[in-house]
């Protein structure tokens, strides 16, 4: 870090709030009994570890560490789930590979990949009541990072954080100041416009790490715990996307298909057309169905999905950037009756951007309000 660094209020700014810490006290009293414990930590790419030159050196990575060194006789299991370009309305279709390994934190990062709307609250209050209702009652914490702009998602998903008394870290809170300040340089901490180097990864580790030690500093002896949690408040904002599945080509038969042919994607089994013209019609329960597809800049097509009667949305496999591709999704109808409905992904002629082709990957179709 640059020369002036205030180091003692970095570390103070990046504490948002420690919320309820239940649940944080339960699991660490796990590990101090010598109990097996699971950490998890759920986001996007600077989750999975983009910019960070070896595995060991990805934030989630050090929170293991943190847990190891510090219960030396305690199994510590850990598992990233972070998926690149991905935020929290899929992550709410697709924690239940997460929850399946009973975890006791779960630390959720998707600051950067949601926009700072009342949508990604929505999504992300469905993927935070999963987790807290999920059978092990695991304790959740937010993780916050930034922009090169020093935005986030942060004022949307604290309103989630609050009314769940998530404890809150902030990357953005603790660092954002110092670069503005001149006492920091966005090239000390980011790769990139939005990726942590490996000092940024370190910092993030470091101050989810300073809130759990401060919890377990002050660790009643067993007898004194808290019971178990139970029950949630009711829904801040809705929760459609507590009841939430991503359904590949494993789990949905389509009731028809004309000129969409099996393949494999990132997320499993899934189909694939190259042809204008080809179809594929599903009938799936939920109240909430999105697509997800494969976008990137290339001989890539449009297709549009139409539920029940409603309009057809367009599904534009085309990324305008040159990076890489990754996994996209478009809510196609929000607020339906309970029950089955029909969905119909039809590839069009049309051709966006520079592309040459009509190509359609469609990974899954996700659905909530079920």
């Known amino acids: 870090m640059s020369n002036g660094i205030d180091l003692a209020g970095v570390e103070e700014r990046s504490l948002a709030s420690l919320g309820d810490t239940t649940r944080?006290?339960?699991a660490l009293a796990r590990a101090r009994r010598g109990d097996r414990v699971t950490i998890g930590v759920i986001g996007g790419s600077i989750t999975e570890g983009a910019c960070a030159t070896t595995p060991d050196r990805r934030w989630g990575d050090q929170v293991a560490a943190w847990w190891r060194a510090t219960f030396p006789d305690t199994q510590v299991r850990?598992?990233?789930?972070?998926?690149?370009?991905?935020?929290?309305?899929?992550a709410a279709h697709r924690v239940g590979a997460l929850l399946a390994l009973k975890p006791d934190l779960v630390v959720v990062e998707f600051g950067v990949n949601d926009p700072n709307e009342e949508a990604s609250a929505e999504s992300l209050e469905g993927l935070v009541r999963q987790i807290l209702v999920s059978p092990h009652a695991p304790a959740v914490m937010v993780l916050y990072t930034m922009n090169a702009l020093g935005g986030n998602a942060q004022e949307q998903h604290s309103r989630v954080a609050l009314r769940y008394g998530l404890p809150q870290i902030s990357f953005r809170d603790a660092l954002w100041p110092e670069i503005q300040a001149g006492r920091a340089a966005w090239s000390d901490v980011e790769a990139d416009e939005?990726?942590?180097?490996?000092?940024?990864?370190?910092?993030?580790?470091?101050?989810?790490?300073?809130?759990?030690?401060?919890v377990l500093d002050a660790l009643p002896a067993d007898s004194e715990l808290p019971p178990k949690p139970r029950g949630l408040p009711a829904p801040l904002i809705s929760g459609v996307y507590q009841s939430a599945a991503l359904l590949n080509r494993e789990r949905l038969t389509p009731l028809a298909c004309q000129g969409f042919r099996e393949d494999i994607a990132a997320f499993g089994p899934c189909w694939v057309a190259?042809?204008?013209?080809?179809?594929?019609?599903?009938?799936?329960?939920?109240t909430s169905l999105s697509a997800l597809f494969w976008r990137i800049r290339g001989d890539?097509?449009?297709?549009?999905?139409?539920?029940?009667?409603?309009?057809?949305?367009?599904?534009?496999?085309?990324?305008?950037?040159?990076?890489?591709?990754?996994?996209?999704?478009?809510?196609?109808?929000?607020?339906?009756?309970?029950?089955p409905h029909r969905l119909t992904i039809t590839l069009t002629d049309r051709l966006p951007g520079d592309s040459a082709g009509h190509r359609f990957q469609l990974q899954a179709v996700l659905a909530a309000g079920r």
């Open 24 to 26: 944080l006290k339960l």
């Open 78 to 90: 850990y598992h990233n789930a972070g998926i690149g370009a991905t935020g929290s309305l899929i």
């Open 194 to 214: 939005v990726h942590p180097n490996d000092q940024g990864h370190a910092y993030c580790a470091r101050f989810v790490n300073r809130a759990v030690a401060q």
């Open 274 to 286: 190259d042809e204008p013209g080809a179809t594929i019609t599903f009938g799936v329960d939920g």
């Open 300 to 339: 890539t097509g449009i297709a549009t999905a139409q539920v029940d009667d409603q309009p057809p949305v367009d599904l534009v496999a085309w990324f305008e950037a040159t990076w890489g591709g990754h996994p996209a999704y478009e809510r196609i109808a929000h607020n339906l009756p309970a029950g």
